[in-house]
């Protein structure tokens, strides 16, 4: 479904991403890990359209998309969970939601929508008029993914989820995450919980000073020594 081919990107002409490959199939999650400033939010970004890059092909569903604006590939069902959720915090939450429909043009489709949202977060039904900015961290985090499932996307991308959130809602997250891609959207997922991350993926990714450094199962990563020494803590 995701085919990323030896992309590079740079901000301000220093390299951030070094001949970065990966491939994701249609119905799974795939995790990419690694320490922090090495390359994970950039790539998902490059993905999304919001960074350019230097070099490299990004393919979803064999057509090559990277040289098309972000909201074009919104449109062919690329939707982007970012990290720190970006939420409009002075907009309700209701309006938050109708926002992440901007490129739907049917409104009974995207009333539908928000409702299948509130089925997988109740809290946003019962909250709909409430100012996202006064919500706590782990209902934000919850209306950042219901906003982006309102593109109805094929692909949801999601940089770093459990940020800033109560541990004992990090499980829901990923629970939901699991939820989602049962109803068959593809997920590719960038979580600091690496055992947790892991522990869901169907494959996944180590990525380490921009460039792809391990890959394999979720399982056969968590149980690699190197994954293990570096992220796991022994």
Do not use: C
Not at 84 to 92: A, E, V
Not at 145 to 154: T, V, Y
Not at 193 to 202: D, F
Not at 210 to 217: P, T
């Amino acid at each position: 479904m995701l085919r990323v081919e030896h992309i590079r990107v740079s901000y301000h002409r220093v390299p951030a991403l070094h001949d970065v490959s990966l491939a994701l199939d249609r119905g799974e999650i795939v995790a990419m890990v690694g320490g922090n400033g090495n390359g994970k939010s950039t790539s998902l970004r490059a993905i999304a359209g919001l960074n350019r890059l230097d070099g490299g092909r990004i393919a979803l569903a064999g057509h090559d998309i990277g040289s098309l604006p972000a909201h074009q590939r919104v449109r062919l069902g690329v939707s982007l969970v970012p990290e720190g959720r970006r939420l409009f915090p002075r907009l309700t939450v209701a309006r938050n939601l109708e926002l992440g429909a901007y490129t739907r043009q049917d409104a009974a489709e995207a009333s539908d929508t928000m409702e299948r949202v509130y089925a997988l977060f109740p809290v946003l039904k019962d909250r709909h008029r409430q100012l996202a900015g006064t919500m706590s961290g782990g209902e934000q985090q919850m209306l950042a993914i219901g906003r982006g499932l309102m593109a109805r996307p094929q692909l949801l991308l999601l940089d770093e989820p459990s940020w800033g959130i109560a541990p004992k809602l990090v499980t829901k997250i990923l629970d939901t995450i699991q939820a989602i891609n049962a109803t068959g959207v593809s997920v590719l997922l960038v979580e600091q919980n690496v055992r947790r991350a892991l522990a869901i993926a169907h494959r996944a990714y180590v990525i380490q000073t921009g460039r792809i450094v391990l890959e394999g199962s979720g399982k056969e990563l968590l149980e690699n020594d190197i994954v293990r020494k570096a992220y796991l803590g022994g």
